[in-house]
Nanobody, 117 residues
Framework: QVQLVESGGGLVQPGGSLRLSCAAS????????MSWYRQTPGKQRELVAT???????NYADSVKGRFTISRDNAKTTVYLQMNSLKPEDTADYYC???????????WGQGTQVTVSS
């Protein structure tokens, strides 16, 4: 069965860094568009970053220059390196996989990130 398991979340001070990981299994990882989303209570889930099967990346304006998405196809894992964290980055972060623009979508269960002093 398909699994996306996020890890690496936690509590960090403003200006600090965290590295999130999403371990994938049960599908042909290298062919999928991988994304990170985040959501806070009472707000819609928002797209943070994407990386295509060929390695092309895109970022939300709010995180551009601070976050880096990457993937390791051999390890079937996608990462989100988060630097210069701000309190407004506090959210549950979710991993997403999609095969093509109209393909099926898989979601992880999420990992919590709290940025606070």
């Amino acid at each position: 069965q398909v699994q996306l398991v996020e890890s690496g979340g936690g509590l960090v001070q403003p200006g600090g860094s965290l590295r999130l990981s999403c371990a994938a299994s049960g599908f042909t990882f290298s062919m999928y568009l991988m994304s990170w989303y985040r959501q806070t209570p009472g707000k819609q889930r928002e797209l943070v970053a994407t990386i295509t099967s060929s390695g092309t990346t895109n970022y939300a304006d709010s995180v551009k220059g601070r976050f880096t998405i990457s993937r390791d196809n051999a390890k079937t894992t996608v990462y989100l390196q988060m630097n210069s964290l701000k309190p407004e980055d506090t959210a549950d972060y979710y991993c997403r996989a999609q095969l093509g623009a109209l393909g099926r979508v898989y979601w992880g269960q999420g990992t919590q990130v709290t940025v606070s002093s």
